[in-house]
């Protein structure tokens, strides 16, 4: 196993819905970028893999969209992976480079709206933590206060 296996691995585990997302948008757009360098060697099979494996990527990514709770963002983003689907398979009919240029711009562009929301997913993590830490703070400072206010049955004689 290769050191970039190891590391997607233990990305994998433990991650977010989130970021699992964004991993899959990462892998798209590196498969996208191999299949442009293979264009540009002239290695059609090579090519055709990479192609082949990031509409699988977008695949998966169509696939765990929730249509029922999703709502309207949902519908956008299956559209928008049957538009990079699309234009991908053209990519590849018409051995364009510009044509994959334009799909993993597309797909850097959705990428960084779903980093946007992991960020701030963090953010009201982190400030639920820290709200969540003061309230705990403070319930044991008031805790120990009120047994210090009242005296304690061994101090009783």
């Known amino acids: 196993m290769n050191a970039r296996m ?14 699992l997302v964004i991993l899959l948008y990462e892998q798209a757009q590196e498969d996208l970028r191999e299949a442009l360098a293979a264009h540009r060697r002239g290695d ?9 494996h990031a509409i699988l990527v977008i695949g998966y990514l169509q696939a765990s969209l929730d249509k029922e709770r999703g709502g309207r963002v949902a519908v ?20 364009s480079a510009a044509a994959l240029e334009q799909q ?25 933590g820290a709200k969540q830490a003061e309230n705990q ?4 400072t008031e805790a120990d206060s009120e047994s210090e206010a009242r005296p304690s049955a061994e101090w009783k004689a």
Request: glycine share 6%; net charge negative.
């Open 44 to 52: 059609i099979e090579a090519r055709t893999g990479y192609i082949n």
């Open 6 to 19: 190891s590391y997607r691995e233990a990305a994998v585990e433990g991650a977010s819905p989130v970021r």
């Open 137 to 140: 703070m403070q319930s044991a």
């Open 104 to 128: 993993i711009a597309l797909l850097m562009q959705v990428h960084e709206a779903w980093c946007e929301v992991e960020r701030a997913n963090l953010a009201t993590a982190g400030a639920s």
């Open 76 to 95: 956008n983003l299956e559209r928008f992976y049957d538009q990079v689907r699309s234009g991908l398979v053209d990519a590849q009919f018409r051995q």
